[in-house]
């Protein structure tokens, strides 16, 4: 089975950078939370039925090569684009929610 997800060279050393410099974990959780969001778009594409050849992670963000037409509703396309921002918004939730019954710690919290 073919992969879909494909990391850019550029986020590896950005990653062994940002862990030689003490920042690993910090971008290790930058990194979660977009692939979190890429994730929600995905789900959305597939909701619909519209084909995603692949998803690259870069260093700053994320994209999703896919096979939507020019003519694609406006609705769906607002409604894939809203996708990613909704994932996020649950997963701070979720973690908010760990954080007040004790699960994770403050620090950890925080850099969310």
Do not use: A, C, W
Not at 60 to 84: A, E
Not at 95 to 103: D, E, M, N, P, T
């Amino acid at each position: 089975m073919k992969s879909i997800f494909k990391i850019n060279i550029f986020t590896y050393i950005f990653l062994i950078l940002s862990m030689l410099s003490g920042y690993g974990r910090e971008m290790l959780i930058v990194y979660f939370i977009l692939i979190v969001h890429e994730l929600g778009h995905y789900i959305l594409f597939k909701y619909y039925k519209i084909n995603v050849n692949k998803i690259t992670l870069y260093p700053y963000g994320g994209m999703i090569d896919n096979n939507m037409l020019i003519n694609t509703n406006s609705k769906k396309v607002l409604i894939i684009s809203l996708g990613g921002i909704f994932i996020q918004i649950v997963l701070y939730l979720i973690i908010y929610l760990l954080f007040k019954i004790g699960f994770i710690e403050y620090n950890f919290y925080k850099m969310f």
